[in-house]
T-cell receptor, first 109, second 113 residues
Framework: LAKTTQPISMDSYEGQEVNITCSHN???????ITWYQQFPSQGPRFIIQGYKTKVTNEVASLFIPADRKSSTLSLPRVSLSDTAVYYCLVGSQDDKIIFGKGTRLHILP | DARVTQTPRHKVTEMGQEVTMRCQPI?????VFWYRQTMMQGLELLAYFRNRAPLDDSGMPKDRFSAEMPDATLATLKIQPSEPRDSAVYFC???????????FGQGTRLTVV
């Protein structure tokens, strides 16, 4: 399983775009990049997954450069309710799902 | 609305007692995960099953923890005997091998006194 590195915490303001970058230098050919979000007192929730280039859904965008050694989760126009911990995971279909420490995002009014 | 159901939501028990946590995965999912979350250690994978067979339980203290899937609709995590250091939130998640996405339950908050 590829190791991931992401910032421990980030602060931003309501209405701003937030970008959280994750490094995964040892990503394997079969690996996907997946992001989860966890609110206090809840289990993690899947946000987005990608393999290369760009993926967008109703919640976020995921940017993956050609070398795939990093990825950036982009949250457009955040609100207070986006305050949560965001986890970047790298693995394939046959891997167990391992969580790191995540990035604690705090949105300020 | 399909969801993973965990029971109980909260459990307070005395040290030395047996604790059993239950999980009903989403119907049709073939993979079940058990995680433990604490402030210090974060989310730790304890065990996971695919098609009811245990694939990996290396994250689980073997002397006191056990995980089983008696059938496709029920997964259990048992601690015997429980210790104060087992106090944590225990999450169950289910998914399909083809998707790599896991759906989490609301968790069981365990307090061992």
């Amino acid at each position: 399983l590829a190791k991931t590195t992401q910032p421990i915490s980030m602060d931003s303001y309501e209405g701003q775009e937030v970008n959280i970058t994750c490094s995964h230098n040892n990503i394997a050919t079969n690996d996907y990049i997946t992001w989860y979000q966890q609110f206090p007192s809840q289990g993690p929730r899947f946000i987005i997954q990608g393999y290369k280039t760009k993926v967008t859904n109703e919640v976020a965008s995921l940017f993956i450069p050609a070398d795939r050694k990093s990825s950036t989760l982009s949250l457009p126009r955040v609100s207070l309710s986006d305050t949560a911990v965001y986890y970047c995971l790298v693995g394939s279909q046959d891997d167990k799902i391992i969580f790191g420490k995540g990035t604690r995002l705090h949105i300020l009014p | 609305d399909a969801r993973v159901t965990q029971t109980p939501r909260h459990k307070v028990t005395e040290m030395g007692q047996e604790v059993t946590m239950r999980c009903q995965p989403i119907l049709g999912h073939n993979t079940v995960f058990w995680y433990r979350q604490t402030m210090m250690q974060g989310l730790e994978l304890l065990a996971y099953f695919r098609n009811r067979a245990p694939l990996d339980d290396s994250g689980m203290p073997k002397d006191r923890f056990s995980a089983e899937m008696p059938d496709a609709t029920l997964a259990t995590l048992k601690i015997q005997p429980s210790e104060p250091r087992d106090s944590a939130v225990y999450f169950c998640a289910s998914g399909n091998r083809e998707d790599t996405e896991a759906f989490f339950g609301q968790g069981t908050r365990l307090t061992v006194v």
